[in-house]
């Protein structure tokens, strides 16, 4: 069943006043800095977490609605597999419980251990499970049980990159083909921007920004919340064999290696904060309009004329109103 997934004034000790739609075949990616209530976020919607507010699976209101009958497929952080059972029997429970005719329920299983790459891994246990492949099991786990919405929490940090990065691009091709309503939560900002059909950004508990990435405008979020999230801005992308470049202010800017192939149609970019630095060597000039500390350390946002870049500084003294230089590492062309 197609599910359209609405908050409505959503309150509790993490969320303050959140509206925010979820549509079906979108991929909603949530984003923001620990204690922003991402994981809540997910929990409300899960039927896990008490709130004020409501929350409504197309047009019925599903408050009162205990998290076992709401049919939403919740994958934890931790991928809370369970441990005396092998990896065909954890993902095959669900349909266990619902009593599946034994043959419909194999199939179904074989189907999805196959799409994950993981029907080698059917007689272990999860003990014996690298960290990547325990969170496709879980995946598959939950993609068996013909839920929807899909829900994914944030991939462990201990994970190798590669790793996370084709277990969630496997995970939104499956919830895009299965026509399941997609949220998902990661740290990953370069392509999370990239790859999301709509970005939500959570500071401090309230959306600070909810639309398509290329759409941000940087100068409609507050100056704290805009120093961790960084920018988007136009810019010309021009794709090559030996070089891929982003043309800002007249200077190239590095495009983001992985995501080169998929940047043929880019009109913008998206800079993470970590990505330019305050440097008196860099091409790019423009005026400081806000200086924020974020972990101990500076972040100015600058104006560049064609838009805002959000800069760590950690080499000299700077004050609003100042020109400064900045050095930009690394572009991600969005898509359009």
């Not at 691009?169 to 709509?198: I, N």
Request: hydrophobic content about 45%; overall charge positive; proline content about 4%.
């Amino acid at each position: 069943m197609v599910v359209k997934v609405s908050l409505r004034n959503v309150s509790n000790f993490a969320l303050r006043d959140v509206s925010v739609d979820f549509l079906p075949g979108e991929a909603s990616i949530v984003v923001g800095p620990n204690g922003s209530g991402k994981t809540t976020l997910l929990k409300v919607i899960a039927g896990l977490a008490p709130h004020n507010g409501d929350v409504y699976f197309n047009e019925n209101r599903v408050n009162s609605l205990p998290a076992y009958k709401r049919n939403v497929l919740y994958v934890p952080q931790k991928s809370a597999l369970f441990m005396h059972m092998k990896v065909w029997d954890n993902v095959a429970f669900c349909l266990k419980v619902r009593k599946i005719d034994n043959d419909a329920a194999a199939e179904k299983v074989r189907w999805i251990m196959r799409r994950l790459s993981i029907e080698h891994l059917s007689s272990r246990y999860p003990s014996q499970l690298s960290g990547g492949e325990a969170k496709r099991v879980a995946i598959a786990r939950a993609l068996v049980c013909n839920g929807n919405p899909l829900l994914l929490d944030e991939m462990e940090s201990n994970l190798d990159y590669n790793i996370r990065v084709s277990i969630s691009e496997e995970a939104l091709r499956l919830a895009k083909e299965l026509g399941l309503t997609l949220v998902m939560v990661t740290h990953d900002l370069d392509w999370a921007f990239r790859k999301a059909d709509k970005i939500v950004y959570l500071w401090s508990g309230r959306i600070s920004y909810s639309g398509p990435p290329g759409l941000l405008d940087p100068l409609s979020i507050e100056p704290e919340a805009l120093a961790w999230l960084g920018s988007v801005l136009r810019a010309e992308v021009f794709i090559n064999d030996d070089f891929s470049y982003a043309l800002i202010n007249g200077f190239k800017v590095p495009l983001n290696q992985v995501f080169t192939n998929e940047a043929m149609s880019a009109s913008k970019v998206y800079i993470s904060s970590r990505d330019a630095l305050v440097d008196e060597h860099g091409k790019i000039e423009g005026k400081v309009l806000h200086k924020v500390i974020i972990h101990g350390v500076e972040r100015v946002i600058v104006d560049i004329g064609d838009g805002v870049i959000v800069a760590k500084n950690t080499s000299m003294s700077i004050n609003i109103g100042d020109k400064a230089r900045i050095k930009v590492l690394n572009a991600v062309p969005l898509k359009t």
